[in-house]
């Protein structure tokens, strides 16, 4: 199956200052690269994705880089606001292992005020 | 509302007593799928369905078992619990493609056993 490694497992940063959370992914057919965030007492939900036929996604101060040569893709956020303060889960999709989804161990990012 | 619903939210029982979760979707998703988050180890799979009648394990379907009778349901069934099923678990649903689509997660049911 596909393993899936999220670096860095904490995160803090002050408000203002930039955020990057990688993703490493061993499965080469993976072609679905998407970032959930997690709010404290919610289910994840979707905040952006790529697909493989493109390198970078940009909406608003978030913005995915992918990297299918060396299996990463990265998030990243810019200007960060207090709530940006979540956990971020990166799940590559769309590859060998049909139907299975293997999520990376999640980043707990805190941006202080 | 487009949503997934879990029923119930909260769940405290005791070893061996059979319990189902419920999940059900409004978005005629064709794929469905259960999750379980414990602290440190993310969100792993524990079964996901591609369509009625088709399931198939994830990464940890010990335990566990689902069926899928009708599109917009796919509960989760611990025939006999035990403690260390003590966790969050989540319900998600996402179009034709699974893997390759947006996943859209339930509130989530958290479950103790004792």
């Known amino acids: 199956g596909e393993n899936v490694e999220q670096h860095p497992s904490t995160l803090s940063v002050q408000e203002g200052d930039s955020a990057v959370i990688k993703c490493t992914y061993s499965?080469?057919?993976?072609?679905?690269f998407p970032w959930y965030k997690q709010e404290l007492g919610k289910g994840p939900q979707l905040i952006i994705d790529?697909?493989?036929?493109?390198g970078e996604k940009k909406d608003q101060r978030i913005a995915v880089t992918l990297n299918k040569t060396a299996k990463h893709f990265s998030l990243h956020i810019t200007e960060t606001q207090p709530e940006d303060s979540a956990v971020y889960f990166c799940a590559p999709g769309g590859g060998t292992s049909y139907g299975k989804l293997t999520f990376g161990q999640g980043t707990i990012l805190t941006v202080h005020p | 509302e487009a949503q997934v619903t879990q029923n119930p939210r909260y769940l405290i029982t005791v070893t061996g007593k059979k319990l189902t979760v419920t999940c059900s979707q409004n978005m005629n998703h064709e794929y469905m799928s259960w999750y379980r988050q414990d602290p440190g180890l993310g969100l792993r799979q524990i079964y996901y369905s591609m369509n009625v009648e088709v399931t198939d394990k994830g990464d940890v379907p010990e335990g566990y078992k689902v069926s899928r009778k009708e599109k917009r349901n796919f509960p989760l069934i611990l025939e006999s619990p035990s403690p260390n099923q003590t966790s969050l678990y989540f319900c998600a649903s996402s179009t034709t493609s699974g893997t390759q689509e947006t996943q859209y997660f339930g509130p989530g049911t958290r479950l103790l056993v004792l």
């Open positions: 499965d080469s057919a993976s072609n679905y």
């Open positions: 790529i697909r493989s036929n493109v």
